[in-house]
């Protein structure tokens, strides 16, 4: 027994060691798991580099680059057509006035044979410009002399007509009676007609009311006795059909007295049928009343259209006699009579003044005419006078500077053909200075004040300064910004850029951070700021959005303005886009 009760105890015992055991293992294993799980997610994260914000001075600048421009050139160009034989200059040099700039040939040249050519064209174009047309005005006086005619005709037909007026106008009067009264008999005929009809039909909705005297009060009358007694009738009917009761004697007569429940109501069928009888009376007498009625109004109607349209017939005999004593649009009135000498007038006038228009244009066009005849006598003249200066230019051998200056650009090269107005070269005139232009923002603008000196960033030997001389606006469509003006002296030349950093002042701000920090979306400007978080394994970084107002900037600093703290560190790198709220690892130092 002993010796069982040792075993049992040892097996026990080894099974608690090797559960004890396992569970070391376990733990160790989550352990070590659990770290690189945090070292796996640390890697993961986006490295950031941050700056803590700051407080101090801030002086804000704004930079940008033109290019350098003389304020006045000369353009050096040559008379004529010329070949250029020798360059006696370089781009940079000083020249002197009078000095020698280009040696060219003597040869002939194109531009004397063109010359030659145009001044043979300007002549034949003079010559025919003197051989004029005069203008012709037959047609238009014919025309004149036609309207004149027709007025005076129209005239003596109106006068004609003035002497026999009185006739005239009396058979124009009762024409226009006639047909003003035809009128009215027409609109009563219509009326009669649409009553006759409304009588005939009992729908008195088109009846003219003043024809249908108190036949419509009848007839409503006389259907509201139709109606009760259709209603008595039939309920009488109803009863006589359905009665049911009991036939008795009195004094040797038999009587029948039938009852009906009818809606929980007793009816007396012999009540009934004495109801019906007598509304049938009733709308008997209603309907008799309504037909005499009806029919001695519709009589008097008829009566009445007969009438109206024998009338009728008198009044078109007499308006078609009328017209046809008057012929058709030969019945004119003394106004009639007079309208028309007025539009036989106006077309006289009109034709007047459309011939002294013509005269006038054409007096005009003489004008013209002669001015041009004279403009091109002045070419002939002219041409011939170039000629005359090609001959003597073409004896030039030299292109001499007219003024003091540095050479800028030369444009062309030797062996080749100048062109009239073509620039050889061109020459600035130092002793008028040099100027620059930068575009920038309006707002920043606004803090820049005229005679400030910007500091020139690319002046490599110090001795180049410009000066703020003007600001205004940008003329560009839709553009709001503004154009700087700067005054620059020193060692420059035309066409060389110049890169600018202007000062808009300075002051002291509560907090200042990197302006690679600041970023800006479709709500504003914002700085990411880091916060942490402390866990069992360390500390923990999240990047958190503040919203600011940038006061001013400079090339590497932003003044700013919201919930951030001197104190506060922000993002001003990272190794990959952070968002707010994300969590970020801080660079290792």
């Known amino acids: 027994m002993n010796e069982e009760k040792e075993k049992k105890d040892y097996g026990s015992g080894r099974k608690r060691e090797i559960i004890k055991t396992v569970l070391i293992i376990f733990l160790a294993v989550m352990l070590v798991l ?23 001075k801030l002086t804000e600048r704004v930079r940008g680059s033109g290019l350098i421009e003389s304020n ?22 000083e020249v002197k ?35 004029g047309v005069p203008a012709d005005y037959t047609a238009e006086n014919q025309a004149i002399s036609n309207a004149r005619e027709d007025l ?82 039939s309920l009488y009917s109803q009863m006589l059909t359905g ?22 109501m007793s009816y007396d069928i012999n009540e009934l049928k004495a109801d019906a009888d007598a509304k ?54 003394i106004e009639d009579y007079d309208a028309d000498v007025q539009a036989k007038q106006h077309a006289l006038e009109e034709l007047i003044a459309a011939l002294t228009k013509s005269k006038n244009e054409n007096d005009m066009l003489s004008k013209t005419n002669t001015l041009e005849i004279e403009a091109k006598k002045k070419e002939v003249d002219n041409m011939k006078k170039k000629i005359e200066k090609i001959k003597k230019e073409n ?46 923002d309006a707002e920043k603008a606004k ?62 701000y509560d907090t200042i951070v990197p302006k690679s920090a600041v970023y800006k979306d479709n709500n504003g400007y914002f700085v990411l700021v880091v916060n942490s978080k402390s866990s069992p394994l360390g500390n923990r970084y999240f990047a958190e959005r503040v919203d600011v107002e940038v006061l001013a900037s400079d090339e590497v600093s932003s003044a700013v303005q919201g919930a951030i703290n001197p104190s506060d560190y922000v993002i001003t790198t990272a190794s990959k886009p952070v968002n707010p709220k994300d969590q970020v690892r801080m660079k290792d130092n």
């Not at 009665?243 to 929980?264: L, P």
């Open 152 to 233: 005076n005709t129209a005239i003596a037909k109106r006068n004609n007509a003035l002497a026999n007026s009185g006739s005239a106008e009396q058979a124009l009067y009762d024409y226009t009676s006639n047909k003003s009264e035809l009128t009215r008999k027409s609109n009563i005929l219509e009326k009669i007609q649409s009553t006759i009809t409304a009588i005939d039909t009992n729908d008195y909705s088109t009846a003219s009311v003043e024809y249908v005297g108190n036949l419509i009060s009848l007839y409503n009358t006389y259907s509201n006795a139709e109606n009760d007694y259709n209603s008595a009738y």
């Open 72 to 93: 006045q050139s000369y353009e050096v160009k040559a008379d004529g057509n010329k070949t250029i034989d020798t360059i006696m200059i370089k781009t940079g040099q």
């Open 447 to 508: 803090k820049i004040k005229k005679g400030i000196e910007a500091e020139v960033v690319n002046n490599w030997n110090g001795d180049v300064t410009a000066v703020l001389t003007e600001i205004k606006n940008d003329t560009k469509a839709g553009s709001k910004n503004r154009i700087l003006k700067f005054s620059v002296t020193g060692d420059v030349s035309t066409g060389s850029m110049l890169d600018l950093s202007i000062p808009c002042g300075n002051g002291n």
């Open 34 to 56: 659990t770290l690189l799980s945090n070292t796996i997610m640390n890697r993961s994260l986006s490295e950031i580099t941050t700056e803590r914000a700051m407080s101090g």
């Open 395 to 440: 004896s030039v051998t030299e292109i001499k500077s007219k003024y003091n200056g540095i050479v800028s650009a030369i444009n062309i090269k030797p062996g080749e053909e100048t062109v009239p107005d073509m620039p050889l070269a061109v020459i600035d005139i130092a002793d008028e200075g040099y100027t620059v232009e930068l575009t920038v």
């Open 97 to 131: 006035k009078d000095d020698v700039l280009f040696t060219v040939g003597t040869e002939e040249n194109e531009e004397l044979e063109t010359a030659q050519s145009e001044l043979i064209t300007l002549e034949l174009e003079y010559q025919k410009a003197l051989l």
């Open 243 to 264: 009665a049911g009761g009991n036939k008795t004697e009195n004094n040797g007569e038999t009587s029948e007295e039938e009852t009906s429940q009818d809606n929980n």
């Open 280 to 333: 049938e009376e009733i709308r008997n007498n209603a309907r008799n009343e309504y037909e005499s009625a009806k029919n001695n109004i519709r009589n008097d109607l008829v009566n009445q259209l007969y009438n109206i349209e024998n009338d009728i017939d008198y009044l078109n005999s007499q308006i078609a006699g009328y017209e046809a004593s008057q012929g058709a649009g030969s019945g004119m009135s």
